[in-house]
């Protein structure tokens, strides 16, 4: 056989090698890339169970029981910070609430969501107790505005149905309708966006390099 025909059929079985492990490269950082990457997680607040077990009673001042949960709460009176209430009023038990049942006369003016990590469908419950309408907005990590929803419940549905169709939301500040105006959150439910880790992301970039250089070869 002519040693330039040779050469041809070393130069294809060389490039045929090259190309399955190109693939095989892919394939493995691919498979590694679905073991690495976080999954979405969902969590449930009814104000009523705890994350590890028990219970929370009606009247609890709620800041950080939900944390494992990636949430925190607080509430705002006149821009300085006030306690926010468990109330007895809830769908079915406790319900969040700006109602201060150590002084009725206070309703807090805002009460705030701080996620740990962005989430989307977010969804939950309101009760206005009147015509009123509540103001949520939703923020993001850098506290720009995403979302404006404004709703209030009636005769017919005491707990309406509220959610963003936003995602990445870091921030839900509620507004209250007018001074001394109470109502009430209820089962809240979100879905934690995954981040990719380090890892993850020097599995692409070490993919995308060697597919470099067998493309050059």
Not at 34 to 43: M, Y
Not at 100 to 122: C, E, G, H, K, Y
Request: with cysteine.
């Amino acid at each position: 056989m002519p040693i330039r025909a040779q050469k041809s059929i070393s130069n294809m079985k060389n490039k045929s090698i090259q190309q399955r492990g190109t693939y095989l490269v892919r394939k493995i950082g691919w498979l590694f890339v679905l073991i690495l990457v976080p999954q979405a997680q969902g969590a449930v607040i009814n104000f009523t169970d705890l994350p590890g077990g028990g219970t929370l009673p009606w009247g609890t001042i709620l800041t950080n029981q939900y944390a494992t949960l990636g949430v925190n709460f607080s509430a705002f009176e006149d821009g300085n910070p006030t306690n926010s209430y468990l109330s007895l009023i809830g769908n079915p038990a406790n319900s969040w609430s700006n109602w201060n049942i150590t002084n009725n006369i206070i309703q807090a003016d805002i009460l705030r969501m701080d996620f740990s990590n962005p989430v989307s469908q977010l969804e939950w419950e309101t009760e206005t107790y009147g015509p009123s309408q509540v103001t949520f907005q939703a923020f993001d990590s850098n506290g720009s505005l995403l979302e404006t929803v404004s709703i209030n419940s009636t005769p017919d549905n005491l707990w309406a149905p509220t959610s963003f169709s936003t995602s990445n939301i870091s921030r839900v500040d509620a507004h209250q309708p007018t001074d001394f105006w109470q109502w009430g959150v209820d089962n809240l439910s979100f879905v934690i966006v995954p981040e990719p880790s380090t890892t993850v992301l020097l599995v692409l970039g070490l993919m995308g390099v060697s597919c470099r250089r067998r493309h050059r070869t």
